[in-house]
């Protein structure tokens, strides 16, 4: 079982990371949060990109 997703630019879970949070796609700064990859996406590029949250159990790799 993989263990927790963490930020790729600082290394820490949603929890704990003090990056300034932006989305990698657009960079709008509204209701972004970590993603399964390690990135932050906004609602609507993560919609699209179909990304699950980093929290979201049963994410596909």
């Known amino acids: 079982m993989p263990g927790p997703v963490v930020c790729a630019m600082c290394d820490k879970t949603e929890e704990h990371c003090s990056c300034e949070k932006y989305c990698t796609i657009c960079k709008g700064q509204h209701n972004v949060r970590l993603c399964a990859d390690g990135l932050h996406y906004c609602p609507d590029c993560r919609e ?5 949250l980093a929290n979201t159990r049963g994410y596909r790799s």
């Open 48 to 52: 699209a990109c179909d990304v699950p």
